[in-house]
């Protein structure tokens, strides 16, 4: 039992309660920064866990979340709920206007395009103005496959064969060896 009381580390308070005392005794004007309260904890509390920077951060990013500091300009401060609300950059909002008389507005309309009713008359079709030289608009049909080249020569040879030109480079023509030409 003694070997365990002599091993065992004091105990701490609590993260918060550390953070709100620490930053209660730095009493700086515009908040402690996280370094300024790790330091006065290290200081006043001695023997802490390996993982204290990331405990405090923890616990700093929670306290914030719940409302009990206040970050601003990289500070935390303690939240003062008679001070006004601080602002970031930028264009203020715009203050709300009560409406007057206590008049209830008209319920809000649904997004999108509304249906088309079907009680109503359809709308006569407008005959299409033709304007301009009379070709139509944008890129031309692509045309069928011409049968034949540029010169008149390949459209004979392609009517004659009965198959166009293919795509792409022709294969090369193997030259025919005869038995008579070559001697042994």
């Known amino acids: ?3 365990e009381e002599i091993n065992k580390l004091p105990t701490l308070p609590p993260y918060p309660q550390m953070i709100s005392s620490a930053i209660e005794a730095l009493n700086e004007s515009n908040g402690s920064n996280k370094t300024s309260i790790s330091k006065y904890i290290e200081s006043k509390y001695g023997h802490l866990p390996a993982g204290h920077t990331t405990l405090l951060s923890h ?3 929670r ?15 303690k939240h003062d709920p008679n001070a006004p609300p601080r602002r970031g950059r930028g264009r203020p909002p715009k203050p709300k206007v009560p409406m007057p008389g206590g ?5 809000a309309r649904p997004r999108g395009r ?17 304007t301009g030289s009379g ?3 944008g890129r031309p049909r692509k045309m069928a496959r011409p049968s034949g080249g540029i010169s008149g020569t390949a459209t004979t040879t392609a009517t004659v064969t009965g198959t166009g030109r293919g795509r792409g480079r022709p294969p090369k023509v193997k030259p025919q060896f ?3 030409s070559v001697e042994h």
């Open 1 to 3: 039992m003694a070997a």
């Open 59 to 61: 616990h700093l990013n």
């Open 103 to 107: 008049s209830d507005s008209s319920p």
């Open 114 to 130: 509304p249906p088309k009713d079907p009680s109503a008359s359809p709308k006569p079709v407008k005959p299409k103005v033709a």
């Open 135 to 137: 070709k139509p608009r």
């Open 178 to 180: 005869n038995e008579m």
């Open 63 to 77: 306290m914030k979340e719940t409302g009990e500091l206040v970050f601003w300009k990289n500070n935390y401060m």
